[in-house]
């Protein structure tokens, strides 16, 4: 019986690269080569940005590319920077550190599982409820990169570090705070979203001017980002209630 070549085995091979390539990272950390790690993860969200690309490219979207995304997307961005946490620190700590290392691998798995649930109903192009598994992985392998392996922080802080980026990390992932989208190009796009182009054109060119070094503190300014606006939503909502019950009661009295 003849191999039926549906136009889906295009994006789905670029998801299957991505897989391979977190893979490979786990590899390379296993090994103590953690910069060739981290190249491998940074590989693994090209193919996972080109994968949706092709996607639309060949319309060929399905429910099946939309779950085989997110079971490699839980490897390449879950479980290897997990692995990466571990090999460099969690490991020295015992069984305590099996369970701080493992906590981005289960925030991410939680983030994409509600993400698949909600993908049709609750939806929204512009902001990601809760920082996408990518950006969390970028933000913990950037940090043990260009950070915590350059011997950057100082000795009596390193403890303190490690535990809050993995900590807010992993909150930021589980959380319903809304990040950025990037929006895709276009000049209308732009004319709708001039800050947050801007924004992450500027923070692009300002990684290449540092060969990456400026990784870290990118994705730390986009989590603040997200939460100082959320936090100023959430508090003029509030004003907004406690107004309209001050109303009803003046209304009542009268």
């Known amino acids: 019986m003849p191999i039926r070549i549906t136009r889906s085995i295009v994006p789905n091979l670029f998801t299957l690269a991505n897989l391979f390539s977190g893979f490979c990272a786990i ?22 940005m080109f994968d949706g690309y092709m996607a639309r490219l060949t319309n060929s979207a399905s429910e099946l590319g939309v779950e ?7 490897v390449s961005f879950g479980v290897a920077p997990s692995f990466l946490l571990y090999s460099v620190y969690y490991k020295n700590i015992g069984e305590l550190g099996l369970l701080l290392a493992a906590l981005p691998a289960m925030a991410g798995v939680y983030r994409l599982a509600r993400f ?40 009596n802080y390193i403890d303190a570090s490690v535990n809050f980026v993995n900590i807010v990390t992993s909150f930021a992932m589980i959380s319903t705070i809304k990040y950025d989208n990037f929006p895709r190009p276009s000049i209308n796009n732009f004319k709708l979203h001039p800050f947050v182009y801007s924004f992450f054109l500027i923070g692009f060119i300002v990684i290449v001017a540092t060969k990456g070094t400026f990784v ?31 109303d009803d009661d003046d209304e009542e009295s009268d």
Do not use: H
């Not at 085989?68 to 839980?74: Q, R």
């Not at 730390?220 to 001050?246: C, F, H, P, S, V």
């Open 216 to 246: 870290f503190p990118f994705m730390m300014l986009y989590m603040a980002i997200g939460a100082i606006r959320q936090t100023a939503t959430w508090w003029k909502e509030r004003n907004e209630i406690d107004e309209d019950e001050e």
């Open 27 to 48: 590899v390379m950390f296993s090994k103590g080569e953690f910069e060739n790690g981290a190249k491998f993860i940074f590989l693994a969200g090209i193919f996972d």
């Open 68 to 74: 085989l995304d997110s079971l490699c997307d839980a």
């Open 116 to 155: 698949n649930a909600q993908l049709t109903s609750l939806e929204d192009k512009q902001y990601f409820r809760g920082m996408p598994i990518p950006s969390g992985a970028l933000t913990i392998v950037s940090f043990v990169i260009f950070f915590l392996l350059k011997n950057i922080i100082p000795a």
